[in-house]
């Protein structure tokens, strides 16, 4: 058994590095994949094994999805905030340094989650049977304070309007993973459209570790403080928990690419605790692996968190070494080409998982999103896209 599942978490960190590394190939994609084929194909696999691989490529996705954000300037949705700090170092030869810091954070909040497993099991649940009688109007609270966080406001509702409109077409279409699309359009090609338009040439980069400051502790703070609402909160990702963290511990451009690396895996850490605890799947992972064992014990939980911990210590020293790779060839590279055979790539997994309405909604959300990024905004604004269709949802409750 023991065997099996350092097997199970090596497939799954190299599983999290593929998705991590290729936009459009995310967890959740792959997630759903496994339910799917869970009961033919891989019924002989103990739906442990399964549910240990799952784990360990989610966190290792964590920890490796800032490559391309930060390199190519192609986020998924919960490393948007890591395109501006992360490209002016990238821009200043310093995109190692970006990297490396996101990792030091979600290394962090590695030893956190741990640390936190404890009084959680004695504190969630009690706290989420309060909260879940007000959630909608948490989450238009929550809405209210990310608008309020924004230097242009009436942008910010604009933005959070446009997408939230968007998203609930979307989501209440027929389209096959609808999210997909969507996200993809938002995130993704819109900012590689506006690099492509832009022709950015990238400077050598310095492979260099940054010195880690006194105020280390200050991000690692808010991420703690920040992260178990959107693992509690319906429609809030690591963005907007990154944006609440910072506002309670302010940072500067480097701290916040800590911040967001630490809020980035504990979510996604704390999304498996807040499954036992409470049965609410927050994450495509946690969602996979409620389909695969359902309601599962306290061994399990603790096997998890076991396998979350491995993976990460694993997954750190992955991300160094392939940081180190693509800094030292980046600016060897046409950035342009390489921008448009992603955007290529994107649009051919959205045509074969979501066909041509798939595309047209990736062709709308992409203009809409570039239209949101022309204003100004933060990007994670553009996250109406689920907050809103969430509230309206609760609302009609």
Do not use: W
């Not at 077409?169 to 900012?191: D, H, Q, Y």
């Not at 940054?210 to 959107?230: D, E, H, Y």
């Amino acid at each position: 058994m023991l065997l099996e599942i350092f097997i199970a978490v090596f497939l799954g960190v190299v599983a999290g590095t593929i998705t991590g590394l290729i936009p459009g190939i995310h967890i959740n994609l792959v997630g759903a994949t496994l339910i799917a084929l869970s009961a033919s194909i891989l019924s002989p696999i103990s739906p442990l094994y399964l549910a240990v691989f799952i784990v360990a490529m989610a966190i290792c996705h964590t920890f490796v999805d800032f490559i391309p954000s930060i390199f190519l300037g192609c986020p998924d949705t919960d490393t948007e905030l890591s395109v501006l700090p992360g490209h002016e170092l990238l821009k200043k030869g310093q995109g190692y340094q970006a990297i490396i810091l996101t990792a030091y954070g979600s290394l962090a909040a590695i030893f956190l989650l741990i640390l936190i497993s404890i009084p959680s099991y004695f504190a969630v649940e009690k706290i989420y049977d309060f909260l879940k009688n007000f959630m909608a109007y948490l989450l238009i609270g929550i809405l209210a304070l990310l608008i309020l966080l924004e230097k242009q406001k009436l942008k910010a509702i604009l933005v959070f309007a446009l997408t939230g409109i968007l998203g609930f077409l979307v989501l209440n279409s027929e389209i096959k993973e609808p999210l997909l699309p969507l996200l993809t359009g938002l995130f993704g090609a819109s900012m590689l459209l506006i690099s492509i338009k832009s022709k950015i040439t990238i400077p050598r980069q310095k492979i260099s570790r940054p010195k880690l400051k006194k105020n280390f502790l200050s991000p690692i703070f808010g991420a703690l403080v920040a992260s178990p609402l959107a693992s509690l909160l319906p429609g809030l990702g690591s963005g907007q928990a990154a944006i609440i963290g910072n506002s309670i511990s302010k940072t500067d451009r480097k701290g916040f690419l800590i911040l967001l690396g630490a809020t980035n895996t504990l979510v996604m850490g704390f999304s498996f605790i807040s499954l036992y605890l409470v049965s609410k799947t927050r994450t495509g992972a946690s969602v996979a692996i409620n389909n695969i064992l359902g309601n599962f014990s306290l061994q399990i939980l603790i096997l998890i968190l076991i396998i979350c911990f491995i993976s990460g210590i694993i997954s750190f020293f992955l991300t160094d070494f392939l940081a180190k790779f693509f800094s030292k060839r980046i600016s060897n590279i046409n950035y342009t080409r390489i921008s448009i055979i992603t955007l290529i790539i994107l649009v051919l997994i959205v045509f074969i998982i979501s066909k041509f309405t798939g595309l047209l909604v990736l062709v709308i959300s992409t203009f809409t999103g570039m239209y949101c990024i022309s204003l100004g905004t933060r990007r994670t604004a553009m996250m109406g896209c689920l907050l809103i269709p969430t509230i309206i949802f609760y609302l009609a409750l």
